[in-house]
């Protein structure tokens, strides 16, 4: 049966700009009193020891995902390693459909990979910085990856031919 390959690339400048605009606008909403430094450490920003942690859990984000999505991922490498992504990588994912997968969702899939991809960074970013928070995100996640389930099972309906 024929195949149909999508292939979805993420930018990891949009993912971290995601985690560092959502964590600023949970932080800010948080502002109340005199807790400062707690919202202060609620937020993601580019200073170096942020940015590693961010970028690597943007990174497991992404291994997790490839793992939840593995019947449909197309991969042939043979190798893995722990190098930390940097802020300039971008992720691909190639996506191996039946020959009657509806291509109508294409968007609806990329946009839930980046919403998963955030929502995991921030749930694990908030684990170190804001636990009240993080299991907020992490259910976001969960939510995330099941719309992309849903999307990715969108089939074109049949047409009959002229026999």
């Known amino acids: ?6 292939s979805i690339t993420l930018y990891m400048s949009e993912l971290i700009y995601d985690v ?11 502002n109340t009193g005199d807790n400062h430094e707690q919202v202060a450490n609620m937020q993601a920003n580019e200073d170096e020891e942020n940015q590693n942690q961010v970028v690597r859990s943007i990174g497991n984000a992404y291994a997790n995902l490839k793992t939840k999505l593995s019947e449909y991922i197309e991969d042939s490498g043979s190798t893995a390693n722990n190098i930390l992504l940097s802020a300039s990588d971008n992720l691909q994912i190639n996506l191996v459909m039946p020959s009657n997968f509806n291509p109508a969702t294409n968007d609806t899939i990329g946009a839930a990979l980046h919403q998963y991809i955030v929502n ?32 990715i099972n ?3 309906r049949p047409t009959r031919s002229n026999v």
């Open 20 to 30: 560092q605009n959502k964590t600023y606008l949970t932080g800010r909403s948080r």
């Open 120 to 151: 995991s960074a921030i749930g694990e970013w908030f684990t170190i910085t804001n636990k009240a928070d993080a299991a907020d995100y992490l259910t976001l996640a969960a939510a995330n990856l099941a719309e992309i389930r849903e999307a």
């Open 154 to 156: 969108k089939r074109v």
């Open 1 to 6: 049966m024929a195949q149909k390959t999508i």
